[in-house]
């Protein structure tokens, strides 16, 4: 009975959670609510047993590896083409400074370690994979975190999001085709978040994607 009273209640905070999606689809404060919604819950369970199996992001783990505190106005100044110059202008161009998307709270767990690494490399994740910042890209990028990293958080905001679309009567086709390339490159790379991206800032864009296997088919 209080197992079953635990998990009704759980299913109420996603759905709360993805409500609040809906009504500002764009806003990041209501993906962090979504992502909150999941904290506990059997399918974020699942991402961080599949994750902590994965023998890159095992050795970051064992290793306390961190990355170092970005700079942006140095990676502005990095050549041209290089992941570092491309991450700074993508969020240059968005107005965000990398304050705002890494969680200031301490590590102090396994699974700390994970989300951590989940929210620092989300928008290295969409320089690495090529998608933009609209809606599709946005999409785009949440199908590479669900075939990548097991994401429950992909799964609400994929769904949140085929949904808005439909509602609005805005056109499907560039959501699917997004979405497919998403699950293709997610499926077929390295795992991305175990990799040290930070330390190869200057490293050509197409090499890190030639390595990662992010490269069109």
């Known amino acids: 009975m209080l197992l079953n009273?635990?998990?009704?209640?759980?299913?109420?905070?996603?759905?709360?959670?993805l409500a609040a999606f809906l009504k500002k689809p764009d806003s990041l404060e209501s993906v962090f609510s979504v992502a909150s919604s999941l904290e506990g819950?059997?399918?974020?369970?699942?991402?961080?047993?599949?994750?902590?199996?994965n023998a890159d992001l095992r050795a970051l783990i064992d290793?306390?590896?961190?990355?170092p505190a970005i700079d942006l106005q140095a990676l502005s100044h990095l050549p041209e083409g290089s992941l570092g110059a491309v991450y700074a202008r993508q969020l240059q161009a968005q107005?965000?400074?990398?304050?705002?998307?890494?969680?200031?709270?301490?590590i102090a767990s396994e699974r700390d370690y994970v989300t951590h690494r989940l929210r620092e490399t989300h928008d290295i994740v969409h320089v690495l994979t090529g998608f933009g910042v609209d809606g599709p890209g946005e999409l785009g990028v949440q199908a590479f975190n669900l075939a990548q990293n097991r994401s429950p958080l992909a799964v609400?905001?994929?769904?949140g999001g085929m949904l808005s679309t439909l509602q609005n009567d805005e056109p499907l086709e560039p959501l699917l085709h997004a979405l497919a390339r998403g699950f293709e490159l997610g499926l077929?790379?390295?795992?991305?978040?175990?990799?040290?991206?930070?330390?190869g800032w200057d490293r050509p864009l197409l090499q890190w994607q030639q390595e990662l296997d992010l490269t069109s088919a």
Do not use: N, Y
């Open 156 to 159: 609400m905001l994929i769904f």
């Open 63 to 67: 290793q306390q590896w961190r990355p």
């Open 41 to 53: 819950s059997p399918l974020s369970a699942q991402m961080f047993r599949h994750l902590l199996a």
């Open 188 to 199: 077929r790379a390295k795992c991305v978040i175990g990799q040290k991206l930070e330390e």
């Open 95 to 106: 107005g965000l400074t990398p304050d705002s998307l890494i969680d200031p709270s301490p």
């Open 5 to 17: 009273l635990k998990t009704h209640l759980q299913s109420l905070k996603m759905v709360a959670g």
